[in-house]
């Protein structure tokens, strides 16, 4: 019979070809690396492993053969069952060497015993302990862990000598500040009060509008002098006299810090009073504000008012040279004109007095009359004139004119005779007419001066009615029922602050120093 014809062999592959078995032992073992077994857990597994007549490839594969027979690698008898017994019938439990040197050997027939050995890890006639020797990357790991503890103890001895430091220069400080402003320092109580300066704009009694005129805020260096008279030494006196500030600061019921000494300097008293009186202007509004603080409330408002009533005299004062001065030279110039213009006044009237008549109008008289006797005198000139004409003149008309023209020319002569004798001459009419001109010229130039005097009077009444400042209070002092100072937690907090910025600012100083030294 014809053979039948082979089938078709299926084509070959080509490279390794791994069973589904090795791929999921594979599997496996990687899923046991990524456990994060230990190394003694690896080598106890590999023993178990053995101990057992498995043969593992490696630690991990020990693992893995162990879970597929349903061995617990970890389990606490199978670890027991690792101590093999000795010669002299002690155990121990000795390391990976002794181990395997105990156990049976697969390839060497029946033992001493009857068991199966394993075959022989160290080789024999050598120390079968432990090596100490370690190998490079545990010794790299253990030098890293020496640095590491070392840093830690070196952080943890310079944290410890840092809270020494902060402790000494900061919070010992700051604690000792905190003690004092809660439980030593004297309560103080401040008295506020704000006050201003105005002036007026008026134009003083010589203006119909000069009491209902707006006023205005005085100048700022009105109101700077008037601060700096209040913080100065000039004030403290005045105030120690008058209220006894001294006394009341060297008093056994404030603080030591805060207290005087029993006879104080007008120097030591000055710095006090500067810390308790704290007074600022606010260029803006023209308001000047005062604080007043004394340990005791009541005093402390007396002090405020008595402050004030300084300031009230000293606002008074500022200007009053200036409108002195002013009022006095208008006031002389003044009264000198008065004078002047009552001495030509008086000049005048006794010229009347003594010439009984007006010298002026008497030679006005008198050139009258001349004037009116000259036009007679002309008429009657004509008429003689006319009658002479005729070839028979009338001799009694002749005659008569004749005689009106020699009177007339008579009284002409002792009319020009008296008006020469009243124009010529020392004490002549014409000198006493011009002396009583010059008299009515002085009369009417002393009334201009007078005039002038009088309104330069009215202007320095108004400029110094101008110039007049007055102090307003707005706001009145009141004597505070709590204490305002101290501050108890703002001033401890401000203490560690600056206590904090001044640690610092040094350590920062000596380190910079010390990189200086060192580089």
Do not use: W
């Amino acid at each position: 019979m014809p053979q039948a014809a082979p089938a078709q062999s299926e084509p070959l592959r080509e490279g390794e070809v791994s069973s589904a078995r090795e791929v999921s032992g594979e599997t496996d073992i990687d899923t046991i690396r990524r456990e994060g077994l230990t190394g003694r857990q690896l080598r106890m597994a590999r023993r178990v492993a053995q101990k057992n007549g498995l043969a593992p490839t490696s630690d991990f594969d020990a693992v893995r053969l162990l879970r597929t027979n349903g061995i617990d690698p970890f389990q606490r008898s199978n670890m027991l069952e690792l101590v093999v017994p000795q010669a002299g019938g002690e155990a121990r439990d000795g390391g990976p060497g002794d181990v395997l040197a105990g156990l049976p050997a697969q390839t060497g027939g029946a033992g001493a015993h009857g068991r199966v050995q394993l075959p022989q890890t160290v080789p024999a006639g050598r120390n079968k302990l432990p090596s100490t020797e370690l190998s490079p990357s545990d010794r790299r790991q253990r030098e890293i862990s020496e640095i590491q503890r070392d840093i830690t103890r070196r952080r943890r001895r310079k944290g410890g000598l840092l809270l020494i430091r902060l402790a000494f220069f900061v919070f010992l400080p700051a604690f000792a500040a905190g003690y004092y402003f809660y439980n030593i320092a004297t309560p103080m109580y401040a008295t506020d009060s704000q006050f201003m300066l105005i002036q007026s704009e008026g134009g003083g009694g010589a203006s119909p509008f000069g009491n209902i005129l707006p006023t205005q805020f005085a100048n700022s260096q009105d109101s700077i002098a008037t601060q700096a008279y209040l913080q100065s030494k000039d004030a403290m006196l005045r105030l120690n006299d008058d209220e006894g500030f001294k006394d009341h600061f060297s008093s056994e019921e404030i603080d030591p810090i805060q207290r005087l000494t029993d006879d104080p300097t007008n120097e030591e008293a000055y710095k006090v009073y500067k810390k308790n009186v704290k007074i600022g202007y606010d260029p803006t509004e023209g308001v000047i504000r005062m604080e007043v603080i004394a340990a005791d409330p009541k005093l402390s408002e007396e002090f405020s008012r008595s402050l004030l009533t300084y300031a009230e005299e000293r606002v008074n004062n500022l200007s009053k040279q200036k409108r002195e001065d002013g009022m006095r030279d208008a006031a002389g110039a003044y009264e000198t004109a008065q004078t002047k213009r009552r001495d030509s006044q008086e000049r005048l009237i006794r010229m009347q007095v003594d010439n009984g008549i007006d010298p002026e109008a008497q030679i006005i008289a008198l050139r009258s009359q001349i004037t009116t006797y000259e036009g007679l005198l002309i008429e009657k000139e004509l008429e003689l004139a006319a009658l002479l004409d005729n070839i028979r003149p009338n001799k009694a008309k002749v005659d008569g004119a004749s005689g009106d023209v020699r009177r007339l020319k008579v009284q002409l002569d002792k009319l020009n005779d008296k008006l020469n004798s009243a124009t010529q001459g020392e004490n002549s009419l014409a000198q006493r007419a011009v002396e009583m001109q010059l008299a009515q010229a002085d009369l009417a130039a002393a009334d201009m001066v007078l005039q002038s005097a009088q309104t330069a009077m009215d202007q320095a009444r108004t400029e110094a009615s101008r110039q007049v400042r007055y102090l307003t209070v707005a706001v009145e002092p009141v004597a505070p029922q709590e204490p305002t100072y101290p501050r108890k937690f703002e001033n401890t907090i401000l203490a560690f602050l600056v206590f904090a910025g001044i640690y610092l600012m040094l350590s920062l100083t000596a380190s910079i120093l010390r990189e200086q030294v060192t580089s």
